[in-house]
C-alpha cells in the first residue's frame, strides 16, 4: 500500500509505504522492520490508524545512509517521531527542499550538522 499525500499545503512525504511493503522492498521481515524501527534506524508514524513510513526514507534496499544517526540526534534533543518527521520535511530550499531530500543526496551531512545543533 503506497499512498499519495495531496490534500493541503504543509510539508510531508509525498509517499507513505506501510509495514508489510516495506519489510518486502528491504527483503526482510515485517519483525525485522518493526526491530529497525524501535532501533531508531526508520522513522514510522500512524496515518488513519496505520504504521507508515515516509517511501523516501527507504532508498532502494536500505535506509537512508544518515537517517539513524539524525534521528538519534532528533530523539536526544527531546523530538517525538511526529517531531522529527515535521523538522525532516520542513521547507528548505538551502537542504534540496527539506532535510530528508538532503539526507538523500550531497546536503546529508549539513542536515546532520543541523539536527546536532537544536541540542544546543
Do not use: C
Amino acid at each position: 500500500m503506497t499512498e499519495s499525500v495531496t490534500d493541503g499545503p504543509q510539508a510531508g512525504p509525498a509517499e507513505w509505504i506501510n509495514l508489510p511493503d516495506v519489510a518486502e522492498k528491504l527483503d526482510v521481515s515485517i519483525s525485522k522492520v518493526h526491530q529497525m524501527i524501535r532501533d531508531g534506524v526508520l522513522l514510522a508514524v500512524r496515518r488513519d490508524g496505520i504504521r507508515v513510513v515516509p517511501a523516501e526514507l527507504v532508498a532502494n534496499d536500505t535506509a537512508l545512509k544518515h537517517l539513524p544517526g539524525v534521528l538519534t540526534l532528533l530523539r536526544d534533543s527531546g523530538y517525538n517521531d511526529e517531531e522529527a518527521l515535521k523538522w525532516l520535511y520542513e521547507p528548505d530550499e538551502t537542504l534540496d527542499g527539506s532535510g530528508a531530500k538532503g539526507l538523500g543526496g550531497d546536503r546529508a551531512r549539513e542536515v546532520k550538522r543541523r539536527a546536532q545543533a537544536l541540542g544546543f
